[in-house]
C-alpha cells in the first residue's frame, strides 16, 4: 500500500519568513495530493491540493510543488503569520479509485510574532 | 448549511466495555470515512463506506466495526475498548468520483479508555 513521509514533525519561523514542508510518496500510481490544515481541537481541513497532471499550483500565500519522478511534494508559506500556526499533513491518494487517503504524520508549524 | 457532526466529543470508558461513536453528515455524500489520529502516526483509516450497506476495512480496523444504513449516518463501534485505542477519532465524508474529492472532517471524538 501507500506510504507517505512528511518532514519535519516541528517547524518554528519568525512571522513574515516563508515556511517548507516536504513530503514523499512510495506509490507511483497516486495521483491526488491535498494539504490539509487542523488546528487546536478541531478537524482537519483542506487548504489546497494537486493533481500529477500539474507540476506547481498557487492559491494567495501558499503554494504545492509536485516531483512525480521523484515523488515528493511541497507547500510553501510566504509571509507566514500568526494564524498559520496549526498542524498540517500532506496525503496521497488515487483519484477516481476510492479516494483513500493515506496521510503524512504532520508537521506542527508555529509561527513566532 | 451542510455539515458534519461527532458525538460525543469527549468519551471516557473502561477496558471491555461496548463504545459507539456517532458521524452524521448532511452533505448527502456517499463516501464516509472513519480516522484515528495518535502522535507521531497522523491519521489512520479505520472504516470506510461508499454508500448504503457497504463497508470496508482500512488499516487499523481490528477491534473496530462500522453499519451503515442510511446516507447520513456511520457509527463506530468499539466492541470490547483495550487501552490501545484510546486517540482522537474522526470522521469524513466526500462525494463520489466526478466531483470534489476533498474530504469533509467532523469537529472529532476524544475518547479514553481507562
Known amino acids: 500500500g501507500e506510504n507517505v513521509e512528511q518532514h519535519p514533525s516541528t517547524l518554528s519561523v519568525q512571522e513574515g519568513d516563508s515556511a517548507v514542508i516536504k513530503c514523499t510518496y512510495s506509490d507511483s500510481a497516486s495521483n491526488y495530493f491535498p494539504w490539509y490544515k487542523q488546528e487546536l481541537g478541531k478537524g482537519p481541513q483542506l487548504i489546497i491540493d494537486i493533481r500529477s497532471n500539474v507540476g506547481e499550483k498557487k492559491d494567495q500565500r501558499i503554494a504545492v510543488t509536485l516531483n512525480k519522478t521523484a515523488k515528493h511534494f511541497s507547500l510553501h508559506i510566504t509571509e507566514t503569520q500568526p494564524e498559520d500556526s496549526a498542524v498540517y499533513f500532506c496525503a496521497a491518494s488515487i483519484e477516481w479509485a476510492g479516494n483513500m487517503l493515506t496521510f503524512g504524520g504532520g508537521t506542527r508549524l508555529m509561527v513566532k510574532p | 448549511d451542510a455539515e458534519i457532526t461527532q458525538s460525543p466529543r469527549h468519551k471516557i470508558t473502561e477496558t471491555g466495555r461496548q463504545v459507539t461513536l456517532a458521524c452524521h453528515q448532511t452533505w448527502n455524500h456517499n463516501n464516509m470515512f472513519w480516522y484515528r489520529q495518535d502522535l507521531g502516526h497522523g491519521l489512520r483509516l479505520i472504516h470506510y463506506s461508499y454508500g448504503v450497506q457497504d463497508t470496508n476495512k482500512g488499516e487499523v480496523s481490528d477491534g473496530y466495526s462500522v453499519s451503515r444504513s442510511n446516507t447520513e449516518d456511520l457509527p463506530l463501534t468499539l466492541e470490547s475498548a483495550a487501552s490501545s485505542q484510546t486517540s482522537v477519532y474522526f470522521c469524513?465524508?466526500?462525494?463520489?468520483?466526478?466531483?470534489?474529492?476533498?474530504?469533509?472532517f467532523g469537529p472529532g471524538t476524544r475518547l479514553t479508555v481507562l
Open positions: 469524513a465524508s466526500s462525494g463520489t468520483s466526478g466531483s470534489s474529492n476533498e474530504q469533509f
